[in-house]
């Protein structure tokens, strides 16, 4: 239940905000506005419901080389997202708050902890690891 909580603050304030510009009668409401969506659905955890799940990847190992656990809002996933660019495609993402599975299998291998992102490389796991690693194993070149 707490997960719901940082994107219900988060377009409570935006409505706040909205209300207050256009009751000022500035025009700048209307990013304010997307802003304001677009950041409540990134942490939102309907954010990755629709992607690939934890049975499905270890089900054919061969096909998800590059498998990233990720949550919404946490922005060392999305700093790895950024550093991967073009072939972040390249890997499997699967967020933990839309599989249970997911999630408890990145506690397993992080001592009970939910650390994201877990990348798993060819069956070698590896948490938080640096993106250049990540970029290599995508076969991004290196920067």
């Known amino acids: 239940m707490t997960r719901w909580l940082p994107p ?46 934890h049975a499905a990847v270890t089900a054919d190992p061969a096909a998800h080389r ?9 922005v060392y996933c999305l700093r790895l997202r950024g550093a991967l660019g073009k072939y972040r495609s390249q890997a499997t993402w699967v967020s933990i708050w839309a599989d249970a599975d997911a999630a408890a ?6 001592d009970g902890d939910e650390v994201v992102p877990t990348v798993v490389i060819d069956g070698q796991v590896h948490t938080n690891p640096d993106p250049e690693i990540v970029r290599a194993a995508v076969g991004a070149p290196a920067r």
């Open 8 to 53: 219900v603050a988060i377009l409570v304030g935006t409505g706040l905000l909205v209300g207050r510009s256009v009751a000022d009668g500035q025009p700048g409401f209307i990013m304010l506005a997307l802003a304001g969506l677009a950041l409540a659905w990134w942490v939102s955890p309907l954010n990755g419901m629709l992607g690939p799940k």
């Open 66 to 74: 590059v498998v990233v656990y990720w949550r919404p809002g946490c």
């Open 105 to 110: 299998y990145v506690r397993s291998v992080n």
